[in-house]
């Protein structure tokens, strides 16, 4: 939709089980912001969606997502665009993100 992108990843192979959460990171111009998705135990085996919502329309969107252990260890995707559409463009995709082989440290 002009205000929302849909952001789809496979849990990390490094993950072995252990992340708690994720953090969608989104940045356009100089503003970045980060959404956090919970995830439950079941999640790990399957796709996880999420959706980013209250975008401004016609915007290309750097994305990333991170992902924290109960360790604070944390793996880094690949960062992506996307551009929401026009206010009169009707059209709804959904982008997918891929991790790294490695993981990264903050």
């Given at each position: ?8 990843w496979s849990p990390s ?26 995830t439950s135990r079941r ?64």
């Amino acid at each position: 939709t002009p205000e929302s992108i849909k952001v789809a990843w496979s849990p990390s192979i490094k993950a072995n089980g252990q992340y708690v959460n994720y953090e969608i990171h989104y940045q356009t111009e100089n503003i970045i912001e980060v959404s956090m998705i919970p995830t439950s135990r079941r999640q790990f085996s399957r796709k996880i969606n999420a959706e980013l919502k209250n975008l401004k329309p016609s915007k290309s969107y750097k994305i990333w997502i991170v992902a924290k252990t109960k360790s604070s260890k944390t793996s880094k995707s690949e960062i992506i665009t996307a551009r929401t559409v026009r206010k009169n463009e009707l059209e709804e995709f959904t982008v997918l993100v891929t991790f790294a082989d490695l993981p990264h440290r903050f």
